[in-house]
């Protein structure tokens, strides 16, 4: 899980690492007061995404007027298609060198490792293929608090000396305590700008494990939830978190209504591969409740973008008597309210499924208006058959 850049700054003053002084503003006007306060400014648009700078998302200003242009001008872009709702305008510095550092995880020796090169401001990948003789690693082994020295000595092998040693050799072992102490995946400073003034972090990149997030509640009061890589957690999938089941939004039609994990990515996947966008991913998990299925159904029903549904549940540990219950109990909670029910073609098969047909056929008899848009299959009719199926009444109701 990203952090913003102004969250992971914070952070990082907060363990007195050293970061340029700044201003988050959200409209224009603030811009133009931050300008006033700072002077020259960078305003950086803040995006959970990289190729900020490639998509001109940060902008220089001379003045507050200029600034306050430039920020309106940064507040109505997207960065690989994410909007912009905030501007982090910092103190312009006169960068004379550019360093580069961070700390993260060794997924070959398992091992946290920090990384430092003399060659800053680009892409660590691209000083890795240019400059590889410039790159230094320190592995620090599992469960060990590395000595003070350790940072001086990376700061050495990265060719730096004297004062300059020890400022960094403080600031790599600051960064290390603060990765720890947040669960860190990647904490980076790139680049870690050389000034007049000292050593400043001009950029930051903060990757939490989102996992554990429950061990930090000062995160929760800095406003710092669950949000994915890329970008914030839609409405719905704010919904399914606060009800504990998976969910991701997608940008298709078709709505996914399955019974695991597993099964929910296979069945994007074959939504795919028959012509068909799928609108989410969703995982129902082993033994879900009947009311959780009810939400997860009502999520789809009112997605606006969604034409129509798969449904599938393959009962092994859940069963499927109650999947039955739940999509009866939710077709009736969603007439009873007046509210139209989109077309749903599913298949059940598995543990109790007997039963759960027992319990359409019956539900059908009595509500037969219910069912004129949703169709149940069973282990008899392919599950190819019923996507194909699912995708043709998707894309009809578009028309």
């Known amino acids: 899980m990203r952090l913003y850049e102004f969250e992971a700054k914070n952070l990082m003053e907060k363990n ?28 950086k648009a803040q995006a959970l995404v990289g190729g900020r700078a490639k998509a001109g998302g940060i902008l220089f200003a001379d003045t507050p007027e200029e600034a306050e242009k430039k920020a309106e001008t940064l507040l109505t872009m997207k960065i690989s298609g994410y909007a912009v709702h905030s ?7 006169d960068i004379k ?12 020796r398992h091992q946290p490792v920090i990384i430092a090169s003399s060659e800053g401001g680009i892409d660590v990948e691209e000083i890795s293929r240019n400059y590889p003789d410039k790159i230094v690693k320190y592995h620090i082994p599992v469960g060990e608090t590395p000595e003070p020295y350790v940072g001086r000595e990376v700061a050495h092998l990265i060719g730096l000396k004297e004062k ?19 669960d860190g995946k990647l904490l980076e400073i790139n680049p870690l700008a050389v000034t007049d003034e000292g050593f400043f972090a001009a950029d930051a990149v903060f990757n939490l494990d989102e996992d554990a997030l429950y061990r930090h509640p000062d995160l929760k009061e800095m406003g710092i939830s669950v949000r994915h890589e890329l970008g914030e957690l839609t409405e719905r999938e704010k919904t399914a978190q606060q009800y504990g089941f998976p969910y991701v939004d997608l940008d298709g039609y078709i709505g996914v209504f399955p019974g695991g994990a597993g099964f929910g990515i296979a069945a994007v996947d074959l939504i ?7 609108a989410n991913f969703m995982d129902s998990g082993g033994g879900p409740t009947v009311e959780n299925m009810e939400r997860m159904i009502g999520l789809l029903m009112d997605n606006p973008h969604v034409s129509g549904i798969f449904g599938a549940r393959f ?17 009736k909670k969603r007439a009873g309210e007046g509210k ?3 077309p749903m073609v599913m298949r059940m098969t598995g543990h109790m499924e ?16 219910w069912f004129e848009s949703v169709k149940v299959y069973g282990i008899e009719t392919p599950i190819e058959d019923v996507i194909r199926e699912a995708i043709a009444v998707a894309k009809k109701r578009r028309r």
């Open 340 to 342: 139209e029910i989109k």
């Open 354 to 369: 007997e039963e759960g047909q027992e319990l359409f056929k019956k539900a059908k008899k009595e509500h037969p208006e």
């Open 164 to 182: 300059s040693m020890t400022t960094v050799g403080g600031i790599i072992n600051r960064m290390y305590a603060l990765f720890l102490k947040y």
């Open 272 to 278: 795919k591969q028959f012509g068909g966008e799928p």
């Open 87 to 93: 501007v982090l305008v910092e103190k312009f510095m």
């Open 97 to 108: 060198k550019e360093l580069y550092l961070s700390v993260t995880i060794d997924r070959i």
């Open 315 to 331: 009962g092994g540990i859940s069963r499927c008597d109650l999947w039955a219950e739940a999509v009866i109990g939710y077709l």
């Open 16 to 43: 007195k690492i050293p970061v340029p002084q700044g201003i988050l503003i959200k409209n224009a006007e603030e811009a133009k007061k931050a300008a006033e306060d700072l002077g020259k400014v960078a305003l």
